[in-house]
Structures are given as structure tokens and as C-alpha cells.
């Protein structure tokens, strides 16, 4: 059974730093595309930021970008996301996901597995 533990989320001020870990298990995670989402309370799942097995990342936008990082460690079992400078707006529950194949990283449907979420609150 796959499996995705995320962990790393917490009540934060304006202007911190989290690390947000998502622990993959069940199956051989080398050669699967991972991902970042977040949802807001009332929104939906918005995609945050995706890397490839080989390594190619994509963030949702600019702005994500030169705040966070995604990463992946070389047994591949590990997805981390580092957010640095986090804004009251980052606050959302945190979902860590993977897929065999993707087309658009940003569509949430496209995604297999999913793990139960981390919660990161950013207060002003």
C-alpha cells in the first residue's frame, strides 16, 4: 500500500521559515513525479510546485519561487519543501502527491497518490 506522510507544518509568524517533509513509502519512488498542493480554507487545491524524478522542478508561480524550494532526496523517498518569508496568504492545509505520469503538473487529478496533509497557519 503507497503511503504519504507529510509532516512539518505549524503556526508561524509573517516572515518565517517552515520545512515541510512528505515521506513516501509502499513502492519504488525513483522514477514517479511529486508534487506539492495547498487549499485554503474555502478554496481549492492549488498547486504549489512539482519536481521530476530526474530533478526538473516547476513552481506555480513566481512569486512561490523565489520564496520556496523543492527538493527530493536521492533514494527519492523524501519531498521537502521549503518555504522561506512566509505570508499570511501561504496559509493552508499542505499536501504532498505523486503520479507514475503526468501531463500538467498543475492539475490536481492527474495525481494517484496523496498524502493526509500538514496544516501551516501564518499569522500577521
Known amino acids: 500500500q503507497v503511503q504519504l506522510v507529510e509532516s512539518g507544518g505549524r503556526l508561524v509568524q509573517a516572515g518565517a521559515s517552515l520545512r515541510l517533509s512528505c515521506a513516501a513509502s509502499?513502492?519504488?519512488?525513483?522514477?514517479?513525479?511529486m508534487a506539492w498542493f495547498r487549499q485554503a480554507p474555502g478554496a481549492d487545491y492549488e498547486f504549489v510546485a512539482g519536481i521530476t524524478w530526474k530533478g526538473t522542478i516547476t513552481y506555480a508561480s513566481d512569486s512561490v519561487k523565489g520564496r520556496f524550494t523543492i527538493s527530493r532526496d536521492s533514494a527519492k523517498t523524501t519531498l521537502n519543501l521549503q518555504m522561506n518569508n512566509l505570508e499570511p496568504d501561504d496559509t493552508a492545509n499542505y499536501y504532498c502527491a505523486a503520479a507514475s505520469i503526468v501531463d500538467n503538473p498543475r492539475r490536481k487529478d492527474e495525481y494517484e497518490y496523496w498524502g493526509q496533509g500538514t496544516q501551516v497557519t501564518v499569522s500577521s
Open positions: 509502499g513502492r519504488t519512488f525513483g522514477n514517479v513525479y
